[in-house]
């Protein structure tokens, strides 16, 4: 009996530390779920809480790079900003190379939009994701409505992503490959 009793306490005390260790893990990133806590500093140097951004509209977070395939579809996102910021959407580019590159990459390319450097990878830690590039919409207040993993230099990635924003900010649908394609 004592070691039946002994065998059941044992037992209990392993689910325990199973069900601690579960609990600290942080929650699947994904979409329905709360967009993680996020700090960057931007392009001025300020340090953006992205649950501060949240909380004013919704964001479009694209966690990228300066290559090529991401290079081109750059102008497909910067399409997509200027269509929708007049209806409240935050565009934010998170790049993973270091401030200067990214200073005079942000120069050749004109972007107007918010974006950040973080070489360590920080963000795609927090994120949990390993593609490049990844794009996150995450809604007015937090909750994430769509991830978009992947290069797609076609613009089609980003005409459906244009598509489900349209339907966040109850606006008319813009497709930014037309702009986009005219300009080359």
């Known amino acids: 009996m004592t070691r039946l009793l002994t065998v059941a306490l044992g037992l209990c005390l392993v689910a325990s530390l199973v069900v601690a260790q579960e609990s600290t893990k942080p929650a699947k990133v994904g979409v329905g779920t709360k967009a993680p806590a996020f700090t960057f500093k931007d392009q001025s140097g300020k340090v953006v809480d992205l649950a501060a951004l949240c909380a004013k509209g919704p964001v479009l977070v694209r966690l990228t790079c300066g290559c090529s395939g991401c290079d081109k579809e750059l102008a497909y996102f910067q399409e997509i900003d200027a269509a929708y910021k007049k209806h409240g ?17 942000a120069a050749e390319k004109k972007i107007n939009m918010l974006y ?41 990635l980003a005409k459906k992503l244009a598509e489900r924003i349209a339907k966040t900010v109850d606006a008319p649908v813009v497709d930014p490959r037309p702009k986009v394609n005219n300009k080359k």
């Open 116 to 156: 950040g450097v973080d070489t360590k990878g920080s963000a795609w830690d927090v994120f949990q994701t390993k593609t490049m590039p990844t794009n996150f919409l995450i809604g007015k207040g937090g909750e994430i409505l769509a991830v978009a993993p992947g290069c797609d230099t076609s613009g089609l």
């Open 89 to 105: 959407l935050i565009s934010v580019a998170i790049f993973k190379e270091g401030d200067a590159k990214v200073a005079k990459y």
